[in-house]
């Protein structure tokens, strides 16, 4: 029998990547998500046995995870909504790393961000943080990956800057545009985090692509990838979120949170790693332009839905 890994969110977008290299790496597969239909097919790939995520009952948590070998822990809010809040989804992963520990899993690995820290005005940032302090705390050997931006297929943000850019005649840039960021493909985090779960030893790496850009770079490789003309207007970041906000209210969406934009100039989804990622994001938004941003990539419409479905 193959060792069994069990994948947090194997439906959704990192968690799906995962599955597929750990799969290709001969390792038996089971997912915990909420998820009761996959955000695109599982690349013909055999179903996989789904469990719910549910933090509120720790001994199905357990049960779930029993006979696993591995933890592959993608779970994390992007900003408070429905219910949960940063410090809800802490105390969330600490209850599914202390289940884990008494089903017996041998190894952690869990994403993270790059640059976390206890110290970040974000709360995202900090969050992740404490997250890894927990990571280290509960006794298990484990492998802490912090991805930058993940560029990939059935992702949100780059998605919705195409779909801006399609829609509108003028893309509002927050302020100068020079801040920088380092994306990474999907396919790269897949592989760097199953080679990081079949290691022996604890580590925590950076997960960056090879290309360092300002935001209005990407911004523009974008359009040309989609075909759109660039029409880059910069205005004061809070105009551009106010911007943001407004037609976030009118999809009922939180397009990009404050947060999010502060960490983005942050320059925080830079690492100071050598790279792990070898695929190009440029090359990546070249081929598949045609596709992207030709719908707005909701995420709490699909959301609303799990809510809906499991109540
Ligand atoms: N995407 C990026 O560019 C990026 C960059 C850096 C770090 N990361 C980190 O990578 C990890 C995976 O992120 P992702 O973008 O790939 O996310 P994702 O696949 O949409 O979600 C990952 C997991 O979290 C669960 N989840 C998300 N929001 C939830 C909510 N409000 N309530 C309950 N469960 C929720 C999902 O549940 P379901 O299975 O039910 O969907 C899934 O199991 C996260 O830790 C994230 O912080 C992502």
């Given at each position: 029998m193959p060792d069994l890994a069990v994948v947090t969110g194997a439906l959704s977008y990192t968690g799906r990547a995962v599955a597929r290299e750990l799969r290709a790496r001969g390792l038996a597969l089971r997912t915990l998500t909420n998820r009761r239909v996959p955000l695109a097919p599982l690349d013909g790939t055999p179903r996989i046995e789904a469990r719910p995520l549910q933090f509120e009952d720790p001994s199905a948590l357990e049960d779930a995870l029993r006979g696993a070998r591995l933890l592959v822990n993608t779970y994390w809010v992007r900003y408070p909504f429905v219910g949960v809040s940063i410090e809800r989804a802490v105390e969330n992963t600490e209850v599914l790393l202390q289940a884990a520990r008494r089903a017996g899993v041998t190894r952690v690995v869990h994403i993270s961000v790059s640059n976390p820290s206890l110290r970040s005005k974000l709360g995202y940032y900090r969050g992740k943080a404490i997250v890894e302090e927990r990571v280290h705390a509960c006794g298990l050997p484990f492998a802490i990956v912090r991805p930058t931006l993940i560029v990939g297929e059935h992702d949100i943000l780059v998605n919705n800057i195409a779909w801006f850019l399609r829609s509108f005649p003028i893309f509002a840039m927050p302020g100068s545009g020079h801040y920088r960021l380092q994306p990474i493909t999907l396919d790269d985090v897949g592989r760097i985090v199953a080679d990081a779960a079949l290691l022996d030893e604890s580590v925590t790496l950076d997960a960056a692509g090879p290309e360092v850009m300002t935001f209005e770079e990407l911004v523009r490789a974008i359009a040309a990838a989609t075909g759109q003309q660039a029409r880059i207007l910069h205005v004061p970041p809070w105009f551009a979120l106010g911007l943001i906000r407004a037609v976030g209210w009118i999809l009922r969406e939180?397009?990009?949170?404050r947060e999010e934009l502060a960490g983005l100039m942050e320059e925080l989804l830079v690492s100071h790693e050598p790279p792990r990622g070898t695929e190009s994001v440029r090359i990546w938004l070249a081929s598949h332009g045609d596709q992207l941003g030709r719908r707005y990539a909701a995420e709490l419409a699909r959301r609303r839905l799990v809510d809906t479905i499991f109540k």
């Amino acid at each position: 029998m193959p060792d069994l890994a069990v994948v947090t969110g194997a439906l959704s977008y990192t968690g799906r990547a995962v599955a597929r290299e750990l799969r290709a790496r001969g390792l038996a597969l089971r997912t915990l998500t909420n998820r009761r239909v996959p955000l695109a097919p599982l690349d013909g790939t055999p179903r996989i046995e789904a469990r719910p995520l549910q933090f509120e009952d720790p001994s199905a948590l357990e049960d779930a995870l029993r006979g696993a070998r591995l933890l592959v822990n993608t779970y994390w809010v992007r900003y408070p909504f429905v219910g949960v809040s940063i410090e809800r989804a802490v105390e969330n992963t600490e209850v599914l790393l202390q289940a884990a520990r008494r089903a017996g899993v041998t190894r952690v690995v869990h994403i993270s961000v790059s640059n976390p820290s206890l110290r970040s005005k974000l709360g995202y940032y900090r969050g992740k943080a404490i997250v890894e302090e927990r990571v280290h705390a509960c006794g298990l050997p484990f492998a802490i990956v912090r991805p930058t931006l993940i560029v990939g297929e059935h992702d949100i943000l780059v998605n919705n800057i195409a779909w801006f850019l399609r829609s509108f005649p003028i893309f509002a840039m927050p302020g100068s545009g020079h801040y920088r960021l380092q994306p990474i493909t999907l396919d790269d985090v897949g592989r760097i985090v199953a080679d990081a779960a079949l290691l022996d030893e604890s580590v925590t790496l950076d997960a960056a692509g090879p290309e360092v850009m300002t935001f209005e770079e990407l911004v523009r490789a974008i359009a040309a990838a989609t075909g759109q003309q660039a029409r880059i207007l910069h205005v004061p970041p809070w105009f551009a979120l106010g911007l943001i906000r407004a037609v976030g209210w009118i999809l009922r969406e939180v397009i990009l949170s404050r947060e999010e934009l502060a960490g983005l100039m942050e320059e925080l989804l830079v690492s100071h790693e050598p790279p792990r990622g070898t695929e190009s994001v440029r090359i990546w938004l070249a081929s598949h332009g045609d596709q992207l941003g030709r719908r707005y990539a909701a995420e709490l419409a699909r959301r609303r839905l799990v809510d809906t479905i499991f109540k």
